[in-house]
């Protein structure tokens, strides 16, 4: 939960993966909500809020990481999410084995850093798919890699995201994810019954 020190508000503390996957997981972002529910129900009876929804797969690999299929600019890619940055983001060299992408294919120099050390650049992605939702120009920073597998950064190794969406995508949207069915169940936001 948030703590606030001198009128400011501080994280204090953080749940993972190994409870959360206990239960069926909502984050509801318009309402500003994660519920907690029970994995005892049945496949597919989930969606309470909307009468519409789209599922995707997910899996999680043996560092926890969860990861998707979706498609960037109409490749398939395994992505994570990353809620902790507001831009999504992807390394350099797995932009240059997917897309062909060098530093000159219309890279442009943000000035931000990512990981504290890596310098970030703007590519004009068009679309990223997330189930049957498409969203336009996705903010994707490549940021400087000349690996895909190193020891501080294993996650590549084990079969881990390609690109990582971030929280301006993910904001626009309602999941629930079922980690008995290894489904993500999606919704628009402000999508309601």
């Known amino acids: 939960g948030d703590i606030t020190e001198g009128g400011i508000k501080k994280i204090g503390g953080t749940i993972g993966l190994n409870i959360l996957e206990n239960y069926d997981v909502e984050l509801d972002f318009e309402n500003n909500r994660l519920n907690l529910f029970s994995q005892d129900h049945c496949p597919g009876n989930v969606v309470y809020w909307a009468s519409s929804y789209t599922t995707i797969p997910f899996t999680q690999d043996v560092a926890g990481n969860l990861a998707y299929k979706l498609t960037l600019d109409g490749k398939p890619v395994t992505a994570g999410f990353d809620l902790s940055r507001s831009y999504g983001h992807i390394k350099s060299v797995t932009a240059k084995r997917l897309f062909g992408l060098n530093s000159v294919d ?4 943000t000035g931000k850093l990512l990981y504290g050390t890596s310098e970030t650049y703007k590519y004009p992605f068009q679309a ?39 929280a301006d995508q993910l904001r626009k949207l309602h999941l629930f994810y079922a980690f008995k069915e290894g489904t993500l169940y999606i919704t628009t936001a402000d999508a309601h019954l």
């Open 128 to 166: 990223l798919g997330i189930g049957a939702f498409t969203f336009e120009k996705p903010e994707i920073d490549v940021y400087s890699e000349k690996s895909e597998c190193l020891p501080s950064r294993y996650m590549r190794c084990l079969g881990s995201p390609e690109i990582y969406v971030g």
């Open 106 to 109: 219309g890279l442009t120099k």
